[in-house]
């Protein structure tokens, strides 16, 4: 089993790019696994035709002790499964916590036992790297991670401040960094600005995602480029950066 973190600034298309790439892995036979970490619990919409699901603090709330796995894993897209942590209501309580009480309870429903997938995907926030945000990079969760990032000035300042916790607790043998997405915002110079950048934090350009409006398109229709668009080039990039992945992954 390979387990994977994809971090980012909020907006920059991470959760696109996540879905994508999970749908991509599907489709080469992998069974996949995609958690949402992130309060507005919206990573598996794209999987899921455009609709939320429970998320794991809602049904914990709700069902207590009689939560069952079936109460928050929900098939989508391409059989990947789907999960999404949740968080508190906004002003009340901590998101951070929200994640850490949500990985808790998968671990004690033996989620990864009971469905056996071959790549979980956490697909979690990086604007804030705090104790709750940083769980899937520590205590055995993740063993690789990903960051997605544009050209843009936050993008990659959110990228570095991610790379600088992943590299504090990669003294501890948890998960390590194993290069930048670049979903490209076709800025002047972009890959050449990224680029510099990866050569400060010292990573690399994984893969390019160029701007297209494909993406959009289906994500306007509810889902990924795989399920709604027959004909897209963007399958192919999708697909080149689930190879990548996978070469740069670790199994656990």
Not at 32 to 49: E, H, I, R, T, Y
Not at 96 to 122: C, M, T, W
């Amino acid at each position: 089993m390979k387990k994977i973190a994809i971090y980012g600034k909020g907006g920059i298309g991470k959760s696109t790019t996540t879905s994508n790439l999970s749908a991509a892995l599907s489709m080469k036979g992998y069974k996949v696994m995609q958690m949402g970490c992130d309060p507005k619990a919206d990573s598996v919409k794209g999987l899921m035709n455009g609709k939320k699901i429970p998320t794991v603090l809602d049904q914990l709330k709700e069902k207590g002790d009689n939560l069952t796995l079936q109460d928050i894993v929900f098939e989508g897209y391409n059989g990947i499964l789907c999960v999404e942590s949740g968080g508190p209501t906004p002003g009340i309580g901590c998101a951070g916590r929200g994640i850490i009480s949500a990985f808790e309870e998968l671990e004690k429903l033996q989620a990864f036992e009971h469905y056996n997938p071959d790549i979980v995907i956490y697909d979690v926030l990086g604007d804030v790297v705090c104790g709750g945000f940083a769980m899937p990079i520590r205590g055995g969760y993740a063993k690789d991670v990903f960051i997605v990032s544009s050209g843009e000035m936050m993008a990659l300042y959110a990228a570095s401040n991610i790379a600088s916790a992943i590299k504090n607790f990669g003294k501890r043998g948890y998960a390590s960094l194993k290069g930048i997405i670049l979903n490209a915002k076709n800025i002047e110079n972009e890959k050449e600005i990224v680029q510099k950048a990866c050569d400060e934090i010292g990573s690399s350009i994984l893969s390019y995602i160029p701007r297209s409006n494909d993406i959009q398109t289906a994500e306007h229709r509810g889902g990924t480029v795989f399920e709604f668009l027959d004909e897209s080039i963007m399958k192919d990039t999708y697909l080149e950066l689930a190879d990548k992945v996978l070469e740069n992954s670790e199994d656990v």
